[in-house]
T-cell receptor
Framework: DAKTTQPNSMESNEEEPVHLPCNHS???????IHWYRQLPSQGPEYVIH???SNVNNRMASLAIAEDRKSSTLILHRATLRDAAVYYC???????????FGTGTRLKVLA | NAGVTQTPKFQVLKTGQSMTLQCAQD?????MSWYRQDPGMGLRLIHY???????DQGEVPNGYNVSRSTTEDFPLRLLSAAPSQTSVYFC??????????????FGSGTQLSVL
């Protein structure tokens, strides 16, 4: 399974945008990039996924580098409820496993 | 729609005891999996199943057994609990096994302590 690298922690002020980076330099051409987040004392929840082009949904945006070796999860206006651990995961066709790393712990300051 | 349901939410065992963590989903999902999460750590895959009657090992399968007799249920068995198995256990499912665009749905977890 291809690996991802994320910073251990980040801080943001409330109401400001947050850019969470993920490095996946060994990504293959058919790997999907998925983001999940885990709020305190809860199971992870899906945030967004993409393959090549940038993606938007009601929770966040996903910006994928042209060479696909990195991606950035963008929370447009961070709220206190966005404080969580964010995981970047690669999903390859033909594989059954989601392998989670240690993720980025996002702290949002009021 | 209940989604993924895990029981119990909390459990305390003594070393050497056995127990089964239950996981059920009502979404007719093909794929189900079990993860454990130790304090301050990410999730590690224990076992997974791509359909009824089919299971396989994940990253950390030792000490755990699984079976998948129905589409809905995927129980995780600890045959002889050890303190190293103290962790939070999450069950997750998704619709199809191979589609790389499908998202995972997680249960709320079972906090297990082994004394």
């Amino acid at each position: 399974d291809a690996k991802t690298t994320q910073p251990n922690s980040m801080e943001s002020n409330e109401e400001e945008p947050v850019h969470l980076p993920c490095n996946h330099s060994t990504i293959s051409g058919t790997d999907y990039i998925h983001w999940y987040r885990q709020l305190p004392s809860q199971g992870p929840e899906y945030v967004i996924h993409g393959l090549t082009s940038n993606v938007n949904n009601r929770m966040a945006s996903l910006a994928i580098a042209e060479d696909r070796k990195s991606s950035t999860l963008i929370l447009h206006r961070a709220t206190l409820r966005d404080a969580a651990v964010y995981y970047c995961i690669l999903r390859a066709p033909g594989t059954y496993k989601y392998i989670f790393g240690t993720g980025t712990r996002l702290k949002v300051l009021a | 729609n209940a989604g993924v349901t895990q029981t119990p939410k909390f459990q305390v065992l003594k070393t050497g005891q056995s127990m089964t963590l239950q996981c059920a989903q009502d979404m007719n999902h093909e794929y189900m999996s079990w993860y454990r999460q130790d304090p301050g750590m990410g999730l590690r895959l224990i076992h997974y199943s791509v359909g009824a009657g089919i299971t396989d090992q994940g990253e950390v399968p030792n000490g755990y057994n699984v079976s998948r007799s129905t589409t809905e249920d995927f129980p995780l068995r600890l045959l002889s609990a050890a303190p190293s198995q103290t962790s939070v256990y999450f069950c997750a499912s998704r619709g199809t096994a191979l589609n790389p665009a499908e998202k995972l749905f997680f249960g709320s977890g079972t906090q297990l302590s082994v004394l």
